[in-house]
């Protein structure tokens, strides 16, 4: 049995997709995970399964839409894959709060994207992650997640450092 780090975009986001931590956890059950964990109020879930990620992400997606009724893209990662991301950051993290962790459904295979007027603000693609570092903050940035779908036609879902870490702490931790 391997475990996983999910991630749920645009849950309990200004009111919308509403989704109680406990009915998550009841849920995820209920299709067969194990161990299942919660992480603040915005999807952020560890849990473990036999399954590959593909199936685990179409399951839960499929599992929300019937018992909640909407459709949330689910990103999932291995630990290992979760601590690579966090060791190939590749801007300084000398502010936690700027930095940001665009998780990504699927591989691209594309290295830049036109964005305009982003000042200061940096981002590096790679492979299913875009490493963010938003000097003007997260609520002015333009590297947000619907800019990277938009242009990179996947869904995309982010994670500042410190929620990045905790995940891998708390997935390391059981």
């Known amino acids: 049995m ?19 931590m406990a009915e ?10 194990k161990n299942v964990q919660t992480y603040i109020q915005s999807g952020n879930i560890i849990l473990e399964s036999y399954e590959g990620k593909s199936v685990i992400c179409n ?22 894959q ?9 801007f300084p993290i000398d502010n936690t709060k700027i930095v940001g962790f665009v998780f990504l459904n699927k591989k691209v295979y594309v ?11 940096k981002y590096l693609i790679d492979n299913d992650m875009v490493f963010i570092y938003c000097e003007t903050g997260f ?3 333009k590297l947000s997640n619907n800019l990277f779908e938009r242009k990179l036609l996947v869904s995309a879902t982010t994670r500042n450092y410190n929620t990045t870490l905790k995940l891998l702490e708390l997935a390391e931790s059981n």
């Open 111 to 121: 290295s830049k994207i036109d964005v305009k007027d982003i000042d200061n603000d």
């Open 139 to 141: 609520a002015k940035t």
């Open 2 to 20: 391997k475990k996983y780090i999910v991630l749920l975009r645009g849950i309990n986001v200004s009111g919308k997709n509403k989704l109680p």
């Open 59 to 80: 399951k839960i997606n499929e599992g929300i839409q019937n018992k909640f009724g909407f459709d949330v893209p689910v990103i999932a990662r291995t630990i290992p």
């Open 82 to 90: 979760f601590k690579k991301a966090i060791a190939s950051y590749p």
């Open 24 to 33: 998550l956890r009841e849920l995820l059950n209920d299709l067969g995970f």
